[in-house]
């Protein structure tokens, strides 16, 4: 698979695309996603696998975001998603909350090809009360009456993530990331960003082919060295604990955000 | 030895897991993770710990849906879940204040709530910060009820609610929390003033009860570096480490 330049990748992402984002501790393509806001991406629908921080800040204080899909988005320890938490307050996303698992099952079921997936819980929460697109059955399995939830599955247009390193086929390897490996799966293309690229065969390495991703699912790769950053990749990079403290300052205001995005598009 | 209020509130929880095979902890949970890290020191390791977010306290290599699958299997005895708001049911909001979506205040989010708290047997809430802010009559928003009818599938919920000024007890059928314990230099005055919603009270309401000093050296020591791992800001700031 050639190797393409992250302004390429970006490039691959179209306005109006439904775009799956992995959490915050996992393989987060922020270096891609500062060539979506360069690129002045609009209307996505962010869907995060299953909960996002800085990349869904970013984007939606960039206005590149229609709708969030969401567990949760926030700094952690830095603190509230400013961006994120004005624009819900202001009405200017649309904002589709739900629960971890919920998302992944949705996603899993997305992944299988199914129409959905059933799962415990929710009945009786306001989640469930604002999302008429999931559903109560009744449990056809059983004998007692026992009500359950069916989730739609997920099946974005693009999955978007930062991965340790890929090979000259275009696999990608993912360790312990293995929610990148169900986005994949799930989402009808996928953009990687990776941190290096190897001339080894990842499938035919038996140690690493299990966390490999075959290319089959893998649309296009750039590579980016710190493609994470500020945020850390598992067995890479630690966060950058500093910046990542600026950024939760920044992102309180329009105006600081915007003087720590600097110039767009440039 | 002289006892932080933090630790005060980690040895309360951790007395709370005797027994418990499984311990998870979510993300944003200093005190219950140091709580159940010294609940696996006291019961020589009988109780397994999963911090989520850390590096060398984490049993999950499946992704994302992981800890949720066990979950739903009844591979985790005991979760900690916390609110912006808690009401008198055990209802938790993790969403904000106002009305939905346009919130006056916005949080987060639910996070795993609506799913953990219906299959963990034992859901500790813990809000450090005992106000009429955060312990409310009536919850804004439900990100998951502290009770359902019995017809829906709820092995688990609520078990307690610990707060920085004492200890309920929740009672799954009545869907009332009872005053169980009140910290040491609190008063059932200050609770009652403090508290938005109805409790009852145990017929013997206690002091909570300190470690001793080989608990409190247990923490300051080991416990103390292993939550650094996951919250280093936390035990610089409590353990000096």
């Known amino acids: 698979m050639p190797e393409i330049s992250i302004r390429e990748l970006a490039g691959r992402l179209p306005d109006g695309a439904t775009v799956a984002i992995p959490p915050s501790r996992s393989g ?32 939606i204080g960039a206005g590149c975001v229609a709708t969030m899909e969401c567990a949760g988005v926030t700094l952690d320890e830095h603190g509230q998603a400013g961006r994120f938490v004005a624009a819900v307050k202001a009405g200017s996303i649309s904002l589709r909350d739900s ?45 007692d009456p026992d009500p359950i939830v069916l989730l739609p599955a997920i099946t974005p247009d693009i999955a978007l993530f930062h991965a340790p390193l890929a090979d000259r086929n275009g696999n990608v390897w993912i360790g312990t990331m293995r929610e990148l490996m169900t986005m994949a799966h799930a989402a009808r293309q996928t953009l990687v960003t990776v941190e290096e690229i190897t001339d080894t065969d990842l499938m035919r390495d038996e140690l690493r082919a299990p966390a490999t991703i075959p290319s089959l699912y893998i649309t296009a790769i750039a590579r980016a060295p710190g493609g994470s950053w500020p945020l850390g990749l598992p067995g890479c990079h630690e966060p950058d604990n500093e910046e990542l403290a600026r950024y939760a300052a920044a992102s309180r205001d329009a105006e600081s955000f915007a003087s720590w995005l600097g110039p767009v598009g440039v | 030895m002289d006892c932080k209020p933090q630790e005060l509130l980690i040895f309360t929880i951790a007395r709370m897991l005797e027994g418990i095979e499984h311990v998870a902890v979510g993300v944003s949970s200093p005190i219950p993770g140091s709580a159940a890290l010294l609940q696996r020191s006291l019961s020589a390791g009988r109780t397994q710990v999963t911090v989520l977010n850390s590096r060398n306290l984490q049993t999950l290599n499946d992704g994302a849906g992981e800890l949720f699958d066990r979950a739903a299997q009844g591979r985790i005895g005991a979760f900690f879940l916390s609110g912006g708001q808690i009401d008198g049911h055990a209802n938790i909001n993790l969403v904000g204040i106002g009305d939905y979506p346009r919130h006056r205040v916005r949080w987060s989010g639910s996070f795993g709530s609506a799913m953990l ?36 599938h709820r092995p688990g919920g609520p078990y307690a609610l610990v707060t920085g000024r004492c200890v309920f007890m929740f009672d799954r059928d009545k869907a009332r929390f009872t005053l169980i314990s009140i910290h040491p230099g609190h008063s059932l005055d200050e609770v009652r003033e403090n508290t938005g919603f109805v409790f009852d009270l145990a017929d013997n309401v206690t002091e909570t009860p300190m470690p001793d000093n080989a608990t409190l050296a247990l923490l300051r020591g080991p416990i103390a570096r292993e939550i650094a791992d996951p919250y280093p800001a936390f035990a610089q700031q409590v353990f000096g480490v």
């Open chain 1, 28 to 59: 987060v393509a922020l270096a891609a996603t500062r060539a979506l806001i360069d690129r002045k991406a609009r209307n996505l629908h962010l869907i995060a696998i299953p909960t996002s921080g800085i990349q869904a800040d970013m984007l």
């Open chain 1, 99 to 143: 629960t971890c698992p919920a998302l992944v099952s949705g996603l899993q079921a997305g992944e299988k090809g199914i129409p959905f997936m059933p799962m415990r819980g929710l009945i009786g929460s306001d989640l469930l009360k604002y999302r008429p697109d999931y559903q109560v059955i009744d449990n056809p399995m059983a004998d």
């Open chain 2, 117 to 152: 708290y219906y299959l963990v047997p034992r859901v500790i809430l813990f809000r450090e910060e005992h106000t009429r802010r955060t312990l409310v009559d009536q919850v804004d928003f439900i990100s998951a009820p502290g009770t359902s009818p019995p017809e829906i």
